[in-house]
Nanobody, 121 residues
Framework: QVQLVESGGGSVQAGGSLRLSCVAS????????MGWFRQAPGKEREGIVV???????TYADSVKGRFTISKDNAKNTLYLQMNSLKSEDTAMYYC???????????????WGQGTQVTVSS
């Protein structure tokens, strides 16, 4: 299992940007499928983007064109650059990892503790 610690959340006005980071430890990070999920109050958890070990990405329609996932294997760090933020992006954001199937509906065995993003209009 890989351990994940997120940072970078906060409050921002609509139209603004934030960058989330997720530091991984405990396993061979570069071999894993990594991604970001989010959960807003009263809503189901949503997979928004994943990146596989080869760097291929899959985005949910809700964030496509606004969010960008990237990773630095040398630093064992995953990033989520969020631009043009909207009030509906307000949620707890979780970093996830899996050593099997990589997709937005995959089962991820490793989860971070979450970081809160609040977008005010």
């Amino acid at each position: 299992q890989v351990q994940l610690v997120e940072s970078g959340g906060g409050s921002v006005q609509a139209g603004g940007s934030l960058r989330l980071s997720c530091v991984a430890s405990g396993s061979t990070y570069s071999n894993y499928c990594m991604g970001w999920f989010r959960q807003a109050p009263g809503k189901e958890r949503e997979g928004i983007v994943v990146i596989d070990s080869g760097g291929r990405t899959t985005y949910a329609d809700s964030v496509k064109g606004r969010f960008t996932i990237s990773k630095d294997n040398a630093k064992n760090t995953l990033y989520l650059q969020m631009n043009s933020l909207k009030s509906e992006d307000t949620a707890m954001y979780y970093c996830v990892a899996s050593n099997s199937y990589c997709g937005l509906r995959a089962r991820f065995g490793s989860w971070g503790q979450g970081t809160q993003v609040t977008v005010s209009s």
